[in-house]
Nanobody, 128 residues
Framework: QVQLVESGGGLVQAGGSLRLSCAAS????????MGWFRQAPGKEREFAAA????????YYSDAVKGRFIISRDNAKNTVYLQMNGLKPEDTAVYYC?????????????????????WGQGTQVTVSS
């Protein structure tokens, strides 16, 4: 089993930055796909960013591309989401997710069903 704990959320003004962290325990996740999803009030959870299981590729939704950066520190068993240029529409609970299965096409990274471990989430609120 893998446990994921997110941190780093909070309240920030529009245009500001936050860095979310996702610390994994239970197993080493260096060969896992790691992703970030988010759920805004009244909306379904949606994909934000992912780092491929082989450490080569990153994937972003159109909504965050160019503003968010996903990274991983395998020595710390931790994944990060650097969020820049935040907008009020980025307000959401952000969830870290992990999956042990290799993925061989980009679409596999975007679906919730492609992840078997989830954190509890961290709230990000962007004020206008």
């Amino acid at each position: 089993q893998v446990q994921l704990v997110e941190s780093g959320g909070g309240l920030v003004q529009a245009g500001g930055s936050l860095r979310l962290s996702c610390a994994a325990s239970g197993r080493t996740v260096s060969s896992y796909t790691m992703g970030w999803f988010r759920q805004a009030p009244g909306k379904e959870r949606e994909f934000a960013a992912a780092f491929s299981w082989d450490g080569v590729n990153t994937y972003y939704s159109d909504a965050v591309k160019g503003r968010f950066i996903i990274s991983r520190d395998n020595a710390k068993n931790t994944v990060y989401l650097q969020m820049n240029g935040l907008k009020p529409e980025d307000t959401a609970v952000y969830y870290c997710a992990a999956d042990h299965r290799p993925k061989y096409y980009s679409g596999a990274y975007y679906a919730e069903k492609g992840y078997d471990y989830w954190g509890q989430g961290t709230q990000v609120t962007v004020s206008s």
